[in-house]
Nanobody
Framework: QVQLVESGGGLAQPGESLTLSCVAS????????MSWYRQSPGRERELVAT???????NYTGSVKGRFTISRDDTKNTMSLRMNKIKPEDTAVYYC???????????????????WGKGTAVIVSS
């Protein structure tokens, strides 16, 4: 069973930096697109950043120039470097992955991405 586990969240002051990490485990053949989402209380879940398997990156407007998404396909990991963080970045951050899994000797692609359980980021002075 594929699992995603996020880490790196915590309490930070405005202007500081944080790096979130996501590790995918299981019988993974390949991971296509990986993404970070976030959700803060009372708000809808928001797509923050996406990185494809050929490392094309996209960001939501509010984090462009501040956040950097990256991945290491040799380790099935993804990270989100968050610079100059703001109080409005406060949220639970989730990683997602489109996975090709090895199942009984065959490759299975899941049309819906796998999700981690999230890591909380609190930005406050």
């Amino acid at each position: 069973q594929v699992q995603l586990v996020e880490s790196g969240g915590g309490l930070a002051q405005p202007g500081e930096s944080l790096t979130l990490s996501c590790v995918a485990s299981g019988n993974i053949f390949r991971i296509a697109t990986m993404s970070w989402y976030r959700q803060s209380p009372g708000r809808e879940r928001e797509l923050v950043a996406t990185i494809t398997d050929d490392h094309k990156r996209n960001y939501t407007g509010s984090v462009k120039g501040r956040f950097t998404i990256s991945r290491d396909d040799t380790k099935n990991t993804m990270s989100l470097r968050m610079n100059k963080i703001k109080p409005e970045d406060t949220a639970v951050y989730y990683c997602t992955a489109d996975v090709f899994e090895i199942v009984s000797g065959s490759i299975r692609y899941y049309p819906s991405p796998f999700w981690g359980k999230g890591t909380a980021v609190i930005v406050s002075s």
